[in-house]
């Protein structure tokens, strides 16, 4: 799948990223146990408690993201194997916005988004600290249209998500989630490890559909500054 949809301009305000709060789009992957001052989101987990490991130096938490694999259901029917990737991702372009912007520190259009179908597809950044007020990335999510509708399969763009991360958190996207590409935010590159199952062939693989872009014909995301979100965040602990 591979195509444009038409969408009605939106402004889309950006929460903390929690495991309630992204759940029905996939897992996130953090540290259950340490308090750190990221977006309200301790005891906020649904794998709590662990077994102890490494002789009693480590606790390992099992089954927190699973991968899936749902290839068999593919048209092509061809195996899938598992695939470990690099991304290199550079800050996003971000442009101005107009009127009162407190605390946003310019929109990000966008203009296209992805899923994979048949397999999970889990995001872990490497080098990020934790406590970094100004590099993190952003999750942006849509729910897919109902069966009932005449755009059925298609992304829901009037009910899109946008969530910031930090560097104790990965992200995993469920099979079949809308989601945008990898945005980073800030001033350098990070970098991702991804998981997921591939099988080569296209279609199976990863299907697109994009938006027009621009914040007066399209969606666009008020990205904060990211100090002061995750501040906010910490005060509502």
């Given at each position: 799948?591979?195509?444009?949809?038409?969408?009605?301009?939106?402004?889309?305000?950006?929460?903390?990223?929690?495991?309630?709060?992204?759940?029905?789009?996939?897992?996130?992957?953090?540290?259950?146990?340490?308090?750190?001052?990221?977006?309200?989101?301790?005891?906020?987990?649904?794998?709590?408690?662990?077994?102890?490991?490494?002789?009693?130096?480590?606790?390992?938490?099992?089954?927190?993201s699973p991968m899936i694999n749902l290839y068999g259901a593919s048209s092509s029917r061809k195996e899938a194997t598992a695939a470990t990737a690099l991304f290199v991702c550079s800050p996003r372009k971000l442009h101005p916005i107009s009127?009162?912007?407190?605390?946003?520190?310019?929109?990000?259009?966008?203009?296209?988004?992805?899923?994979?179908?048949?397999?999970?597809?889990?995001?872990?950044?490497?080098?990020?600290?934790?406590?970094?007020?100004?590099?993190?990335?952003?999750?942006?999510?849509?729910?897919?249209?109902?069966?009932?509708?005449?755009?059925?399969?298609?992304?829901?763009?009037?009910?899109?998500?946008?969530?910031?991360?930090?560097?104790?958190?990965?992200?995993?996207?469920?099979?079949?989630?809308?989601?945008?590409?990898?945005?980073?935010?800030?001033?350098?590159?990070?970098?991702?490890?991804?998981?997921?199952?591939?099988?080569?062939?296209?279609?199976?693989?990863?299907?697109?559909?994009?938006?027009?872009?621009?914040?007066?014909?399209?969606?666009?995301?008020?990205?904060?500054?990211?100090?002061?979100?995750?501040?906010?965040?910490?005060?509502?602990?």
């Amino acid at each position: 799948m591979a195509g444009k949809k038409r969408v009605n301009a939106a402004l889309i305000d950006v929460e903390p990223l929690t495991q309630s709060s992204f759940s029905v789009f996939g897992h996130v992957i953090e540290n259950p146990v340490v308090s750190l001052p990221r977006s309200g989101r301790v005891h906020d987990t649904s794998y709590s408690g662990g077994v102890l490991a490494n002789q009693g130096t480590a606790r390992k938490y099992s089954q927190i993201s699973p991968m899936i694999n749902l290839y068999g259901a593919s048209s092509s029917r061809k195996e899938a194997t598992a695939a470990t990737a690099l991304f290199v991702c550079s800050p996003r372009k971000l442009h101005p916005i107009s009127g009162n912007a407190n605390h946003i520190q310019g929109l990000f259009d966008l203009t296209v988004v992805e899923r994979h179908p048949y397999t999970t597809q889990t995001f872990t950044p490497m080098g990020l600290d934790p406590d970094d007020t100004i590099n993190a990335y952003l999750v942006v999510v849509t729910p897919t249209v109902p069966s009932s509708k005449s755009d059925a399969g298609t992304p829901d763009t009037a009910n899109v998500r946008a969530f910031l991360a930090c560097g104790s958190q990965a992200v995993t996207y469920g099979a079949g989630t809308w989601h945008a590409p990898m945005i980073v935010i800030g001033s350098r590159d990070i970098s991702f490890v991804v998981t997921q199952y591939m099988n080569g062939v296209t279609d199976d693989d990863c299907q697109e559909i994009e938006f027009d872009a621009g914040v007066q014909n399209g969606l666009s995301i008020a990205v904060p500054d990211i100090k002061h979100f995750f501040r906010g965040a910490e005060s509502k602990l």
